[in-house]
């Protein structure tokens, strides 16, 4: 082969090199190039690595094998063995010498269970005075160095009557123990029952008898106690119950009449005749009523009659009350109007005796009205009494309103009342209720004529009115006789 620069020859790998492969190497020693196999050159080349220079991650553990006992106690750096570096059970028993591990070498927290390590030294961590107690001997330690078979009497704490404890059992006490501690009364007498027993100091029976007369105490008017039946007395005993004597009486309770004899025992008995009632007072009654059927017919006379208890007389209206009764009469004395308190359609109200029509009614003013509404405005006793109200409608006619009337205070055609649609009334205008077949009419205060259809001919037939010489302008007015009359003249009277 030609020579070749080295960066010219074909490669070797690792794997096809032998240990008879030679290798070239330059001999310092003898200033020449020598030849050396790779077997030499390995061995060579191990020799020659300083100390502690290879490092562990450079080699595979795989390729290590270190013969048993080749490493030994001097080879080991000191400490360099952890305890991580240990295999399970690699360290035996005997592989550790005889007082070779101190309290020192003992991980602390291998202490558990009341031991631990105090300068250097292993021990229990429990402190108490030595001593004796319960049977039991102990050192300071709390560990048990001896015991007894019982507990001496003096190491148990007597009982007392709050506190759980030991007890003597003396046999003046009542009780008996026996030698295995079984405790008992110390008594024995024959099961039996009686009444009356016999105890001792202890509170044990100790003997019984049947209950005698003398041991029961003897009723009082306070006391329970036994009492005894003489043979005079109204009672009998019979097997230990007391019954009252027979009596002839049949047993029953329709009697109201009775007969005793000194013990109290019903002898005989009948019902009341009216000989045994007594006579009564009047002042006796002081509850209850007598109902009409009570009153014989005719028996209530003119003198027992009370004042207005037939006919009130008063000129004020007397209004609506469930104390009146229907039938009942108000007399008006100013217009000796008589009214008689009734019951119609539109409810209870005061309707006048013997009016009916209009010829024999009197005239009266019942208030003011408002014909642009057709409602009333202002009321009189005379309208109250005939049931108007301030602010209700005109009511319709009927003849308890005939001879009524009411004033106009404000202009208006709406008087919807029958005879008087779309009548125009005007202030001063009257409207008049003749009664409920002919309705109301409108009589002109300005007009002579009577004006509304001859009102002024209406009012004529009434009893209290008397028209005469009618002229324009005159109005009517009442003088002390109680006649309405037409007149020019205005008289204030008296105030």
């Known amino acids: 082969m030609a020579d070749l620069r080295i960066s010219e020859l074909r490669p070797l790998t690792e794997n096809q090199i032998v240990s008879a492969d030679l290798f070239a190497v330059a001999d310092l020693s003898a200033t020449e190039t020598r030849k050396i196999t790779a077997l030499d050159q390995a061995k060579a080349t191990v020799r020659l690595i300083p100390d502690g220079t290879i490092p562990y991650g450079k080699i595979d553990p795989s390729t290590i094998d270190i013969p048993d006992g080749s490493v030994t106690a001097d080879d080991l750096a000191d400490d360099s063995v952890t305890h991580e570096k240990l295999a399970d059970n690699a360290v035996e028993t005997n592989n550790i010498l005889d007082g070779a591990v101190t309290g020192p070498k003992i991980d602390p927290s291998a ?134 004597l027979t009596s002839s009486v049949i047993p029953g309770s329709g009697y109201t009449k009775f007969a005793c004899n000194e013990f109290g025992v019903i002898t005989d008995a009948t019902t009341l005749v009216s000989s045994d009632i007594p006579e009564i007072s009047a002042d006796n009654i002081t509850s209850g009523m007598f109902p009409t059927e009570r009153l014989a017919n005719n028996s209530v006379t003119a003198p027992k009659m009370a004042d207005y208890s037939t006919c009130l007389m008063q000129e004020d209206f007397p209004g609506y009350s469930p104390d009146y009764y229907l039938g009942m009469l108000w007399w008006q004395p100013s217009t000796a109007q008589l009214r008689v308190y009734t019951r119609g359609s539109a409810g209870t109200q005061w309707s006048p005796v013997g009016f009916g029509a209009l010829q024999a009614n009197n005239l009266r003013w019942g208030g003011v009205f408002d014909a ?62 003749i009664n409920e077949q002919e309705g109301y009419i409108h009589i002109d205060a300005g007009s002579t004529g009577g004006g509304g259809g001859g009102g002024s001919s209406y009012l004529a037939t009434l009893l209290d009115v008397e028209l005469a010489g009618l002229q324009d302008g005159q109005r009517l007015q009442i003088d002390n006789t109680g006649i309405w009359r037409n007149s020019d003249v205005l008289d204030g009277g008296s105030f």
């Open 111 to 244: 202490f558990n269970r009341g031991l631990d390590s105090t300068l250097g030294l292993i021990g229990i961590t429990n402190a108490v005075l030595p001593g004796t107690h319960a049977g039991l001997t102990y050192n300071e330690q709390g560990l048990i160095t001896g015991s007894t078979a019982l507990i001496p009497a003096s190491d148990l704490p007597v009982a007392t009557t709050t506190d759980v404890g030991v007890v003597s059992v003396p046999v003046e006490g009542g009780l008996a123990i026996t030698g295995i501690g079984a405790i008992s009364i110390a008594n024995n007498i024959a099961p039996s029952t009686q009444p009356k027993i016999t105890y001792d100091q202890h509170g044990i029976v100790i003997g019984g008898a049947a209950l005698e007369a003398a041991d029961l105490p003897v009723a009082t008017e306070t006391a329970i106690g036994g009492v005894s039946v003489p043979t005079d007395g109204n009672l009998r005993v019979n097997d230990g119950a007391v019954r009252m």
């Open 372 to 433: 642009s509404t057709g409602t009333v405005a202002v009321v009189t006793d005379f309208g109250t009494t005939a049931g108007l109200a301030a602010g209700a409608a005109i009511p319709a006619p009927s003849d308890e309103l005939s001879g009524l009337y009411l004033i106009c205070q404000k202009e208006g055609n709406a008087v919807n009342q029958p005879a008087v649609e779309s009548i125009n009334f005007t202030p001063g205008d009257w409207l008049l209720c």
